[in-house]
T-cell receptor, first 113, second 111 residues
Framework: ELKVEQNPLFLSMQEGKNYTIYCNYS?????LYWYRQDPGKSLESLFV?????AVKQEGRLMASLDTKARLSTLHITAAVHDLSATYFC?????????????FGDGTTLTVKP | DVKVTQSSRYLVKRTGEKVFLECVQD?????MFWYRQDPGLGLRLIYF???????EKGDIPEGYSVSREKKERFSLILESASTNQTSMYLC??????????FGPGTRLLVL
């Protein structure tokens, strides 16, 4: 059974600081996704990571994938208040699960002034 | 842009009522999903459909059924609503091998 673990689950940080959210998964995967959920809203897709060493960046967020370590990271650079949200990673076993993803529990990020 | 819409944003029902939640996507996606999201329990998959009339149980299918008669539409049915089904329900769709696109969610309160 595929397990996906995120840490930390809660993160409070000051504006301007850097931090990293970690996503570990238990089985060889075909692809990994990061999603963002604003309070009271639904999830939206941020990044799709398909291969070992993949790196994607958008604004102050950068996601990377190490398939050998079964680890993805979401790095936040010089945090701003607008980044406050819950971030989920999700992993697909494409050939066995036919498109179903297993989600981590989410990391709730609060950026304080 | 992919659009996933859900029939209601907020719904209040009584115990024992039959409840229909509808989800429509406009991007010809094969896959559609129903999740519920509760504080501290994360996102839990109720049912998944990979084609018209095809469905698979997710992690928590008990008390729910689904219907997919057309590719763009995926309905979640609570045959006899109970208070423990009070939750946020999220619908999503995806292409095979792609990220999921989520609807805005339905907050269901069962009294």
């Amino acid at each position: 059974e595929l397990k996906v673990e995120q840490n930390p689950l809660f993160l409070s940080m000051q504006e301007g600081k850097n931090y990293t959210i970690y996503c570990n998964y238990s089985t060889t995967s075909d692809r990994l996704y990061w999603y963002r959920q604003d309070p009271g809203k639904s999830l939206e897709s941020l990044f799709v990571l398909l291969s070992n060493g993949a790196v994607k960046q958008e604004g102050r967020l950068m996601a990377s994938l190490d398939t050998k370590a079964r680890l993805s990271t979401l790095h936040i650079t010089a945090a701003v208040h607008d980044l406050s949200a819950t971030y989920f990673c999700a992993v697909d076993l494409f050939y066995t699960n036919a498109g179903k993803s297993t989600f981590g529990d989410g990391t709730t990020l609060t950026v304080k002034p | 842009d992919v659009k996933v819409t859900q029939s209601s944003r907020y719904l209040v029902k009584r115990t024992g009522e039959k409840v229909f939640l509808e989800c429509v996507q406009d991007m010809d996606h094969e896959n559609m999903f129903w999740y519920r999201q509760d504080p501290g329990l994360g996102l839990r998959l109720i049912y998944f459909s990979y084609d018209v009339k095809m469905k698979e149980k997710g992690d928590i299918p008990e008390g729910y059924s689904v219907s997919r008669e057309k590719k763009e539409r995926f309905s979640l049915i609570l045959e006899s609503a109970s208070t423990n089904q009070t939750s946020m329900y999220l619908c999503a769709s995806s292409l095979q091998g792609g990220p999921q696109y989520f609807g805005p969610g339905t907050r269901l309160l069962v009294l």
